[in-house]
Each structure stands twice: as C-alpha cells, then as structure tokens.
C-alpha cells in the first residue's frame, strides 16, 4: 500500500476508538517512517514507538484526543485548484488531498478550465447543446479514463503505462482516490464560469460536485494555510 494508503487507514481505523486505543502498525513504504510521526504530531496522538528494519517500518500509536481525524484545524484547511487536466497532476493533486484529509483539515478542490474534464461523466449524458459546445465536448477528454500525461503520453500509450505501473506498486487509482476523498469529505466545486465557457453542462458531472465561482474559492482559500493551483 502506498501513500496516502497507510496514513489513510491508520486515521480511519482509530476513528471510532475510544481514547487510550493502542495499535501497532507495520508498513513498507519508507515514506511513512516520517509520515507517521508528522500525522501523529499534527492530530494529538502519541507515538510510543517507531522503528525501521529489514525494510519494515514499525509504529505503536495511542489514540489521545477525542477526534483523531479533526484535530485543532483553524487555519489550517487546505485549497488546490485544479486547472490542468493531465492524468499525472490530477493523481498528485488527489494524492495530497487524501493526505490532508487524512489529518483532519478540510479540503477543497476547485475544478477550472480543463481540470473540469475530470469530473465528467465517463458515458455521454444527453443535453441540449449550441454547435460550440457540442465541438467542445469532442475535443475534451470525457473523464479519468481518458486523461493523458502531461510527459511522455505517447497518444494514450503513457497513461496506460502509467495505470498498469500504479496497479503492480499497489498504488491506489485515480478513480479510487477520488472516491477515497469524496469518502472523507474533500469538498469538489466545479467553476460554474468555466462550465459555461467550454459547454458543459451540469448533468454531465459526477455525483457529489459543487458548483461554484471566484468567491466560493477566495472564501475557501482565506481559510485555509495553503492554497496550491495545480
């Protein structure tokens, strides 16, 4: 499993436990030798131990707060734009995502422009369009499956590449870790100004996306501690 899966499952698993809860947790990615000591640190919890042999990380972690996965947060949500529409940014972009969320900080995405393609529906969604935007629509990836990477696309040959190297490391897909945030409440508004621009239409999105403009941003990003466009 690798990042954000450990630190994911470690804050879904004490969730639900009562205070005092001791776990042990052992994983393979060396990333979490330092991630469990950040994520620990950041949501109250007490690490008791940690250790790194034979290319096994292993943590024992006491739940110590009453809600492990929304520690203090003021000031610290968390704001991507999401502007590019390239498989390898977006699976970045959601990585980090799941990562905050993970910690207990709210995050919001704000699809614009060309990342708006990644929260199309990947089948055709019958709406009436203007000429303009029915030429926008086939030129325009319909959904995850169809991204390319933004370095060596190779006419979808990449992304495919790409796909199969994710599956065999064990780390999880684009669509999974959209799901995985819309699970753990990442907030995805969608650029109303932008839909209009290109022609798409709000039927066309998939379940549990916002519509939004400038100041549903602004106002997500004077929340947050970091606001990163993608």
């Excluded at 499993?1 to 052992?26: A, F, N, Q, W």
């Excluded at 949501?43 to 131990?49: E, K, Q, S, V």
């Excluded at 709406?127 to 325009?140: P, S």
Aim: aromatic letters at 6%.
């Amino acid at each position: 499993m690798k990042c954000p899966g450990p630190i994911v499952k470690v804050s879904d698993y004490l969730s639900d436990k009562p205070i005092g809860t001791r776990i042990h947790v052992e994983a393979t990615e060396d990333a979490f030798y330092s991630d469990i000591q950040i994520w620990c640190e950041r949501t109250g919890n007490r690490l008791d131990a940690i250790s790194f042999t034979d290319g096994v990380i292993r943590a024992d972690i006491t739940r110590q707060n009453a809600a492990p996965t929304a520690a203090a947060s003021e000031r610290h949500d968390k704001t991507f734009v999401v502007f590019s529409g390239d498989l390898d940014k977006t699976i970045a972009a959601f990585i980090m995502a799941n990562g905050a969320a993970a910690m207990g900080r709210k995050v919001t995405i704000f699809f614009t422009f060309w990342g708006l393609n990644i929260l199309r529906r990947p089948k055709k969604v019958r709406v009436k369009k203007a000429f303009i935007e029915k030429m926008f629509g086939k030129m325009m990836p319909r959904g995850t499956k169809k991204l390319g990477l933004s370095r060596m696309n190779m006419g979808g040959k990449g992304a495919k590449m790409i796909r199969k190297i994710m599956k065999k490391k064990g780390v999880s897909s684009l669509e999974e870790l959209m799901q995985s945030a819309i699970d753990h409440g990442v907030r995805l508004v969608a650029c109303q100004m932008s839909m209009d621009i290109m022609g798409i239409h709000k039927e066309e999105l998939i379940d549990g996306v916002e519509l939004g403009g400038v100041s549903t941003f602004l106002g997500s990003g004077e929340q947050s501690d970091m606001s990163l466009f993608i």
